[in-house]
T-cell receptor, first 112, second 114 residues
Framework: TQLLEQSPQFLSIQEGENLTVYCNSSSVFSSLQWYRQEPGEGPVLLVTVVTGGEVKKLKRLTFQFGDARKDSSLHITAAQPGDTGLYLCAGDGSGNTGKLIFGQGTTLQVKP | EAGVVQSPRYKIIEKKQPVAFWCNPISGHNTLYWYLQNLGQGPELLIRYENEEAVDDSQLPKDRFSAERLKGVDSTLKIQPAELGDSAVYLC????????????FGPGTRLTVL
């Protein structure tokens, strides 16, 4: 069974601080996605990484896929209150099974 | 382009009552997913459809849950009878066949069973 473990589960920081969220597995994924979910809404796709070692940037967010495609990280620079939400990583199982495996999520609170 | 539509947004019922949720995916998306999400947790897949065929329902509690996607477009998820532990958010998502399973989610239905 493929599992994705996210850490930390909860993060409360002040506006302007930097943070990193980790998504780890012992399994290889053909691609990995990051979503952000705000209260009362469904998850919204932020990025998809598909190549080992790939780095993608979305404004103040930097996403990295591990060389072995077993792990990923999300780094936020100078966090803002608007970054508050639940961050989810999701892996597409090897062989492109059509099924996403979701991590348990990281709840981020950015205080003004 | 319209997103994934779900209704109702909220539902409160008493235990043992039936309940149904409806989802209309993004136009042209062949794959439709139903997920269950508990507060602060990641979504858990209940069932996945490719057009009108349920290709993965291994996590669907079939004694009380059922789903259908008769014409390969919109879908209904039903619980009968509901139990207290079914209280959660039920999310619907869709994806295009050509994507990396990039999924587009609806706002969800928050179910409370009393």
């Amino acid at each position: 069974t493929q599992l994705l473990e996210q850490s930390p589960q909860f993060l409360s920081i002040q506006e302007g601080e930097n943070l990193t969220v980790y998504c780890n597995s012992s399994s290889v994924f053909s691609s990995l996605q990051w979503y952000r979910q705000e209260p009362g809404e469904g998850p919204v796709l932020l990025v998809t990484v598909v190549t080992g070692g790939e780095v993608k940037k979305l404004k103040r967010l930097t996403f990295q896929f591990g060389d072995a495609r077993k792990d990923s990280s999300l780094h936020i620079t100078a966090a803002q209150p608007g970054d508050t939400g639940l961050y989810l990583c999701a892996g597409d199982g090897s062989g492109n099974t059509g099924k996403l495996i979701f991590g348990q999520g990281t709840t981020l609170q950015v205080k003004p | 382009e319209a997103g994934v539509v779900q209704s109702p947004r909220y539902k409160i019922i008493e235990k043992k009552q039936p309940v149904a949720f409806w989802c209309n995916p993004i136009s042209g998306h062949n794959t439709l997913y139903w997920y269950l999400q508990n507060l602060g947790q990641g979504p858990e897949l209940l069932i996945r459809y490719e057009n009108e065929e349920a290709v993965d329902d291994s996590q669907l509690p079939k004694d009380r849950f059922s789903a259908e996607r008769l014409k390969g477009v919109d879908s209904t998820l039903k619980i009968q009878p509901a139990e207290l532990g079914d209280s959660a958010v039920y999310l619907c998502a869709s994806s295009a066949s050509s994507s990396y399973n990039e999924q587009f989610f609806g706002p969800g239905t928050r179910l409370t069973v009393l």
